[in-house]
């Protein structure tokens, strides 16, 4: 029996969905008897840990500061066992441009971006339309560098370009990024095990928050993926190089999407969700892997200097 604390919650846009993964992961690791407490990140975080002397902390954070760097950095200090990935590769998994620039330098493919800085008092140039036009074509895909779930991410025309991103000029810094096409396939990574891989069909416009977390948007599932041998072979070696090249412990998930034969690598997830419609679970149970056995292969992975 072991004294877990789990965290969830946070102050991202992905708050609801970490308490949903943290209040899965505690029924689990409660039907095998440990000893098992949900905290929220906040000021008291420290004072919170010392008084509990959790064995592990089971990291159920998504999006910013809880899968940035922040929080890691914080567990480091306080000395204490956790999960998932540490300060540098989760911070290097969570900046978009600065990931992207490790995939194009070790040849692994990924879509063609121009970063977007937002000028005083957030106006926008109309200049920006002819340097996405003639850089990348349209359409386009334009999201935050560093939040998660599809937060805030939009598939742009000429046509709507420049009103969509108007809605993204809370952040400072954008990423704009050729669309591609083809098909929705991720991978899942377990330490030095390429778990395999999954295949989305959404009945929405793409695989964005609504169709990853409501059973309402009917997202199918696919899996075992339908595609040649070679080509899962493939994938799931890019995966496991992205996974390695950034650093990353534990589990992670990985996004590509496949286009006339080619896979394009969109971003590596070092703290996928561990809810009913999460996908490295479902992954996990078509290897032969319980959710129990997940989640306490992942709290077995745990330690400090990450």
Not at 108 to 121: M, R, V
Not at 254 to 278: A, I, R, W
Request: charged residues 30%.
């Amino acid at each position: 029996m072991k004294k877990i604390l789990i965290l969830g919650g946070g102050f991202s846009k992905e708050r609801t969905i970490s308490l949903v993964t943290a209040k899965s992961v505690l029924k689990a690791l409660k039907k095998k008897r440990h000893k098992v407490i949900i905290c929220e990140p906040d000021g008291k975080l420290l004072e919170k840990i010392r008084n509990f002397k959790p064995d592990v902390v089971f990291n159920a954070l998504h999006g910013r500061f809880g899968e940035d760097g922040y929080i890691q950095a914080v567990l480091e200090s306080a000395k204490v066992k956790y999960t998932h990935s540490g300060v540098l590769a989760s911070y290097i998994a969570m900046d978009k441009e600065v990931s992207k620039k490790l995939f194009l330098k070790n040849r692994i493919t990924t879509p063609k971006y121009i970063k977007y800085i937002f000028g005083k008092k957030n106006l926008i140039s109309n200049k920006i339309l002819f340097e996405v036009k003639k850089k990348l074509k349209f359409p386009v895909v334009i999201k935050p560098i560093n939040e998660g779930s599809s937060v805030d991410v939009y598939i742009c025309s000429k046509k709507n370009f420049l009103r969509n991103l108007k809605k993204l000029s809370m952040y400072r810094e954008i990423l704009i990024e050729k669309f591609i096409g083809g098909r929705e396939i991720q991978v899942a990574i377990l330490g030095k095990k390429k778990l395999g891989a999954i295949e989305l069909v959404p009945k929405r416009k793409f695989y964005d928050y609504e169709a990853k977390y409501n059973s309402k948007a009917k997202t199918k599932h696919i899996i075992p993926v339908n595609i040649s041998k070679k080509d899962l072979y493939n994938v799931l070696n890019i995966a496991f190089k992205a996974h390695n090249l950034i650093g990353c412990k534990g589990v992670t998930r990985s996004d590509f999407k496949f286009y006339k034969g080619k896979f394009y690598l969109l971003e590596t997830n070092t703290q996928p969700g561990m809810t009913k419609l999460s996908l490295v679970p479902e992954i996990a149970a078509y290897s032969g892997m319980s959710f129990i056995n997940l989640v306490e292969w992942i709290i077995k992975d745990a330690s400090i200097n990450r």
